[in-house]
């Protein structure tokens, strides 16, 4: 499991019209779930998802917490965490 923390960003267009916020929740990603198929890659707006060891891989420092991954994903493997 890989537990991603995103830092202060902006993104502006789309869906995610809106500065992420310090108290912002980190992306997980499941290893054990995701079957690499690219999906939250394509849905991602800033582009910040890449494939890893065969998993998605969510760059924290781009990270706008906008949940377009977890909304893409179709194996529910990505998720916020508390």
């Known amino acids: 499991m890989v537990i991603v923390h995103a ?3 902006a993104f502006r267009g789309g ?3 809106r500065p992420q916020e310090e108290d912002d929740m ?19 707006p800033t582009e910040v998802i890449s494939m890893v060891d065969g998993h998605a891989w ?3 420092d ?4 906008c949940e ?5 994903c179709p194996e529910d493997a990505i998720s916020m965490v508390d």
Do not use: F
């Open 15 to 17: 869906d995610c019209d």
């Open 7 to 9: 830092r202060t960003a």
């Open 58 to 60: 969510v760059n924290p």
């Open 26 to 44: 980190p992306a997980k990603v499941d290893e054990t779930k995701c079957n690499a198929c690219e999906e939250c890659v394509d849905a991602c």
């Open 68 to 72: 377009a991954c977890i909304d893409a």
């Open 62 to 65: 781009e990270c706008i917490d």
